[in-house]
């Protein structure tokens, strides 16, 4: 079948570094994207990888691994705003996007 | 603000009823996509129209009927429900998917905030 692995919840410290992982198995790969959903609230467009390496986007980077199917999004400098719900997500092709069940992360002060 | 309006934002109903949800975008975007997202699991994809055309129909049950009357507006026809239907439905919008090098190949989405759904 067709999934994606990452934590269910993820807890830091404000100011501090986050990583969450995550794994994928899927049939085609064309990219990971990774999007962040407050309660609530739409889900929303962080960052995609198409090929290996480290994206940065001010506080956020994206890293992508596809010889090991593997990714992580890295928060930094942690604030209370990032506390929310982020969710990895495959790119097979065409209109299909498989996502994760989401990680949630709480950032405590 | 994403550029995708959904409504409405809540909606309980009866096993009996039958109701619609609206989802309309603001981005010029050709796909439109139907999601459900349950807690602790992935989001579901459920249709996707492009240029009002159904291109995916994720085996979902006959008690929700999409249509699409134009790239802009997207409905889901709801009509009698089980409990375990209840859930968060979100409607997105994106370019048209492809694999070239051109941005819209990422199959970026932009969502609305969705509609909670109760069936009771």
């Known amino acids: 079948g067709q999934s994606l692995e990452q934590p269910s919840e993820v807890t830091a410290v404000e100011g501090a570094i986050v990583q969450i992982n995550c794994t994928y198995q899927?049939?085609?790969?064309?990219?990971l994207s990774w999007y962040q959903q407050h309660d609530g609230g739409a889900p929303t467009f962080l960052s995609y990888n198409a090929l290996d390496g480290l994206e940065e986007t001010g506080r956020f980077s994206s890293f992508l691994s596809r010889s090991d199917s593997y990714g992580y999004l890295l928060l930094q400098e942690l604030q209370m705003k990032d506390s929310a719900s982020y969710f990895c997500?495959?790119?097979?092709?065409?209109?299909?996007?498989?996502f994760g069940a989401g990680t949630r992360l709480f950032v405590k002060a | 603000e994403t550029g995708v309006t959904q409504t409405p934002r809540h909606l309980v109903m009866g096993m009996t009823n039958k109701k619609s949800l609206k989802c309309e975008q603001h981005?010029?975007?050709?796909?439109m996509y139907w999601y459900k997202q349950s807690a602790k699991k992935p989001l579901e994809l459920m249709f996707v129209y492009n240029f009002k055309e159904q291109t995916e129909n994720n085996s979902v049950p006959s008690r929700f009927s999409p249509e699409c009357p134009n790239s802009s507006h997207l409905f889901l026809h709801l009509h009698t429900l089980q409990p375990e239907d209840s859930a968060l439905y979100l409607c997105a919008s994106s370019h048209q998917g492809g694999t070239s090098g051109r941005p819209e190949a990422k199959n970026i989405q932009y969502f609305g905030a969705g509609t909670r759904l109760s069936v009771l």
């Open positions: 997500a495959s790119y097979t092709g065409g209109f299909k996007t498989i």
């Open positions: 899927t049939s085609g790969f064309y990219g």
């Open positions: 981005l010029g975007h050709n796909a």
